[in-house]
């Protein structure tokens, strides 16, 4: 039986859909790559409400559907209630709960000249630099991590906050500037785990998958 498998089409997102199908290396896959809403506009801040669902609603609508069989996720993108139709099977260990910070000349937050501008797609994780540096401009920024750390690169923000989890598994650790401590950023509770979703009426798929619950 080969399992359709639903995903986001950036880098970051095939990676994990790797991560869990290295676990079943007797099952056969296959990728469904689906354009998310929050792929096609990167211009809508992700503090907006009609982000709820950005990264998810396309690809719930495939499984619905019958596209796909299964989902994998970020879970923190698994925002408000699932569908009824539709549930967790599983939800991975985090690898990293952590914040990173990317900067131009490799400073770290305290490091940081005043008025720098920093980019984050995350209200948290904007007050909490506020909170901690009022003096440095915390704007909203949006694109996969490849086009964030371009936007630093290319001279457009002087810093960026992002996942470890996801720096980690793209391999960018040369360019984590620093480690933020969860006392200035606390850390979303799902950041750095995967969640993998199928239809309620999927008990096959469901007792294949469940095993890897906290894994």
Do not use: W
């Not at 099977?89 to 940081?112: D, G």
Request: aromatic content about 6%.
């Amino acid at each position: 039986m080969k399992i359709l498998i639903g995903a986001r089409p950036s880098r970051l997102a095939i990676i994990q859909v790797k991560e869990i199908t290295e676990r079943f290396p007797d099952l056969d896959f296959e990728l469904v790559v689906i354009k998310t809403k929050g792929d096609r506009d990167k211009v809508t801040s992700l503090t907006d409400k009609r982000a709820i669902g950005f990264f998810t609603y396309d690809i719930e609508k495939a499984l619905l559907n019958g596209k796909i069989d299964i989902a994998v996720h970020s879970a923190k993108d698994l925002d408000g209630d699932l569908p009824q139709e539709l549930v967790i099977v599983a939800i991975t260990r985090s690898i990293s709960s952590l914040e990173c910070l990317i900067s131009r000349n490799n400073f770290k937050l305290t490091e940081l000249p005043k008025g720098s501008v920093v980019g984050t797609s995350s209200y948290k994780r904007k007050s909490s630099v506020v909170k901690f540096r009022a003096d440095l401009e915390v704007k909203n920024i949006r694109g996969n991590i490849e086009e964030r750390i371009q936007q630093v690169d290319s001279g457009r923000f002087d810093a960026i906050i992002v996942a470890h989890a996801a720096l980690l598994r793209l391999g960018y650790q040369n360019r984590i500037a620093e480690i933020i401590e969860p006392c200035i950023i606390r850390p979303h509770p799902l950041q750095g785990s995967l969640a993998v979703e199928a239809c309620k009426d999927r008990i096959d798929l469901i007792s294949i998958f469940r095993s890897i619950n906290n894994e």
